[in-house]
């Protein structure tokens, strides 16, 4: 079955630069989504479509995609942004969804 | 606005059907493109997709959970409701549904809160 890969952990001070990678071998024909979860809430997308900010999600959340690797980044990490980020996207077959293993990211 | 919300058992015993409910308002599941999902999270671990309906009442579901899940909708109720056989205590989640849209791909934009179901005798 399909998966996708992310480290489990990564840790910035705050105003540092956060990055969270997540590999999959269909991530070069399918867009990758980000997904922020705090502690005790229900997940929130951050990116859609490698690169794609919603609404109401602030500027220093970004995304690339290059290859088999997706990159989300946090640009100049806060102390707010201590959350689990689960990656996303369909399998090469467009029928069936797949998350990736979560990163906890940790700002202090 | 979208919302959605789930509800359903907070305790079910192995072997039981768990079926869980997903009430939504903001949207038709009717319209061309939208869909809702199932989605779960064991304490602790990763979130996991379970199942999917398409706006067409197309269905598509885990693999490694096929066999024992079942997705239907309830247009007039804005509902969407997940079966899921033969329960085990690894199936103790939070199980969430999430309102899906097509743009290039299918995706999650918008979930409800989550509800903990815990499978125990």
């Known amino acids: 079955s399909y998966e996708l890969t992310q480290p489990p952990s990564v840790s910035v001070s705050p105003g540092q630069t956060a990055r969270i990678t997540c590999s999959g071998d269909?991530?070069?024909?399918?867009?990758a989504y980000w997904y922020q979860q705090k502690s005790g809430q229900a997940p929130v997308l951050v990116i859609y479509e490698d690169n794609k900010r919603p609404s109401g999600i602030p500027e220093r959340f970004s995304g690339s995609s290059s290859g088999t690797m997706a990159t989300l980044t946090i640009s100049g990490a806060q102390v707010e942004d201590e959350a689990d980020y689960y990656c996303?996207?369909?399998?090469?077959?467009?029928?069936?969804?797949?998350f990736g293993g979560g990163t906890k990211l940790t700002v202090l | 606005q979208i919302t959605l919300k789930e509800s359903g058992p907070t305790l079910v015993k192995p072997t039981q059907t768990l079926t869980l409910t997903c009430t939504f308002s903001g949207f038709s599941l009717s319209t061309n493109g939208v869909g809702v999902g199932w989605i779960r999270q064991p304490p602790g671990k990763a979130l996991e997709w379970l199942a999917f309906?398409?706006?067409?009442?197309?269905?598509r579901y885990s693999p490694s959970l096929n066999r024992r899940l079942t997705i239907t909708k309830d247009t007039s109720k804005m509902q969407v409701v997940l079966t899921m056989t033969n329960v085990d205590p690894v199936d103790t989640a939070t199980y969430y549904c999430?309102?899906?849209?097509?743009?290039?791909?299918?995706?999650?934009?918008?979930w409800g809160r989550g509800s903990l179901v815990t499978v125990s005798s």
């Open positions: 309906l398409y706006w067409n009442d197309d269905k």
């Open positions: 999430a309102h899906a849209k097509l743009n290039g791909n299918w995706y999650f934009d918008l």
């Open positions: 996303y996207s369909p399998d090469s077959t467009g029928n069936h969804w797949v």
């Open positions: 269909a991530l070069p024909k399918k867009y």
